[in-house]
Each structure stands twice: as C-alpha cells, then as structure tokens.
C-alpha cells in the first residue's frame, strides 16, 4: 500500500472512517462489524477490483444503467438476502461507483430495518461524494432518488488502483463533483496529489455531514449545480452522466444567480473559467424543452416552497427558496444564447 490519508466523518456513536490510497481495499476485513458472520457484496460487471471480505459471502451483480436503479433492483436483493439467510448483524458491502453504493446502501437501510454496510469506491464520483454521508436511494420515473433513506456506512474505502481503468467519461463525471467542492470551498483541488486531492473532497463533505446530517441546512449546500442537474439527467433519458449534468448545472446556477441579481456578470464568467476551463467540462445546455426542465426542476427533494436552489452570492453559496419561474426560465434563455 502506497501512501494513506484518512477521513473522519464524526457522528458520535456512529462516526467512521474514509480511507483513501493504492490498495486499502485490503482493510476491508479490519471494516466490518465485529458481529458479521457473513457479508453480501453488491456490485457490477466490469468492477476492476475484487475484494476478500475475510467471511464467507455471496456476490450480488446488479444491472448497469440508471434504470436498473430502481425498486425491482431492490427488491431483487433483498429476496437474495434472503435465501442466503442474511442477518441484522451480518453486512453488505457496496463495491462499485455511484450507482453501486447508492443501491448497496438502501438495501442496507432496508434490510431487517437496517443492517452494516461498507463501501469500496471505485470511481473518482464515489470518492469524492457518492460513497460519503449516508444519502442513498433510487429513482423513479418521475425523478431521481426520490425514494431512499440516510444510512451511513460503518466505512468507507477508496482505492486508488480502480482509476487506473476508469474511462475519460468517469474521470469527467468525478471531475464534475470537484468543480462544486471548487465554488464550496474556494480550494485548488488541481495543484493536489490525486490522493491528497480526493481526500480534502472528502474531507469538505464530513465536515458538512457531521453539521447536518439529515440536510435541514448546510449539507443542502452540497446540491450546488444539482436542481438542473438531475433535470437534465432525466430529460435526456439519462444520456447526460451525473458528473457530465452537474458541470452544466453549476454554470446555470451562476446564470440563476445573475439573473436574481446575487452575482455579477464577472461572477458568471468565474464559473465558465473554473468549469470550462480549469476542469475542461462541457457547459453547453443542452436543446432540451425549457418548460420540461421547469418542470422537472419542481419534483426536486430541495423544493420545500416553491422552486429552490442553491446559488451563489454575496455571502456565499446558499439555498433560496421561492425563486420565481420566469427567473428560471429567463436564466435558461441566457444560457443557451452566451
């Protein structure tokens, strides 16, 4: 194992470890609850990893696509928990991408009330968010993650020998979360070892984790860019990845922003020159109907009081409620003619 960081998520009596380096995947053992006595591993064709949880397991592969991210998948693995005869005190182990720990970890709320379950990262997407802070769910076909519960994992491990294979369009959906951690924290996350890097991603979502857990206010912050976002994905059928959607996103939320007159034109461009520019991602809008994204954007969980996003401003980026929907779409109009 080549060089190790750890990262404290601290939830009192419920707090873990993130553990991010070459090879962790060989602590997984030392992760799990000393009461398991078997494990379920949830994964997908094409991990690049392989993991030895040390007690006998079963392997549940799941379908690849956003709509295998459903509740037939759930129910499918719970029906396999059940015949192999998986107890409260046993665990599963989530070992794959976003979609994977998504999925592992609902099952893991669901099962018995809730049971263990360890996550093994293994894209840069994971690593920096998806894997961390318990929000799992699936989706239906009138919105992403609209059904899930907070289950946080009693570990996680992200092991840096899974990006080696990562394709160019992974690299970019993880590089797409990066971009927000950007405008969150105000940090140069790419003059960063990729190690070190990953971690301090991790290390800005514990923190707000360990604020609020349950999203009644900061970790709401950690949506930035994503109430398009997640339009996007479903508009266009999920051909936008997640990483791919948020980049676009973010740039919106700064045409948002302008728009309610919290950010400058000048403001705007910064977040065309980090996005676009710094992480090369792609900030064109997509030619998608805009009263279908208005929409879409008014299913979002965030919305609590009419249209809510979270943008940027004077004081940082916050959640504003109550945006009015001819701001949206006006916003909308001027991204797709900049």
Not at 73 to 97: K, P, Q, S, Y
Not at 111 to 123: D, L, M, N
Request: proline share 3%; aromatic share 4%; glycine share 12%.
């Amino acid at each position: 194992m080549t060089t190790l960081r750890s990262v404290h998520v601290d939830l009192g009596d419920r707090s873990y470890d993130v553990l991010v380096g070459s090879g962790v995947r060989s602590e997984l053992a030392a992760m799990l609850p000393k009461s398991a006595r078997r494990a379920a591993v949830i994964t997908q064709t094409g991990i690049p990893l392989a993991v030895d949880p040390g007690i006998p397991h079963e392997v549940f592969v799941i379908g690849q696509g956003e709509e295998h991210k459903s509740l037939a998948t759930i129910e499918t693995l719970c029906r396999g928990f059940a015949t192999m005869g998986l107890t409260r005190n046993d665990v599963i182990i989530g070992l794959g991408g976003g979609m994977v720990t998504d999925i592992a970890g609902f099952a893991a709320a669901s099962w018995h009330r809730g049971i263990a379950v360890v996550h093994v990262s293994t894209t840069l997407l994971g690593m920096v968010d998806a894997a961390i802070g318990g929000k799992t769910g699936v989706n239906l076909p009138e919105g992403k993650n609209l059904v899930g519960a907070y289950w946080q994992p009693s570990g996680v491990l992200c092991d840096l020998d899974a990006l080696a294979t990562l394709s160019p369009r992974e690299m970019r959906c993880g590089m797409g979360e990066m971009a927000k951690y950007h405008f969150l924290a105000g940090d140069d996350l790419l003059s960063m070892e990729l190690v070190d890097r990953i971690a301090r991603c991790a290390q800005i979502k514990a923190d707000i984790v360990g604020a609020d857990e349950r999203e009644g206010g900061r970790r709401a912050l950690l949506n930035y860019g994503h109430t398009l976002a997640h339009a996007l994905e479903i508009a266009g059928d999920f051909s936008l990845a997640h990483g791919e959607a948020v980049a676009i996103g973010l740039i919106y939320a700064a045409h948002l922003g302008h728009e309610l007159g919290r950010i400058s034109s000048a403001r705007v461009q910064q977040h065309y020159d980090v996005v676009g520019g710094l992480y090369e991602l792609n900030t064109s809008l997509p030619d998608f109907d805009h009263q279908l994204l208005l929409g879409l954007m008014g299913r979002d969980k965030k919305a609590l009081d009419g249209l809510t996003f979270v943008l940027d401003g004077d004081n940082g980026v916050e959640v504003v409620a109550g945006v009015p929907d001819d701001a949206v779409l006006n916003a909308l109009r001027s991204m797709s003619e900049a």
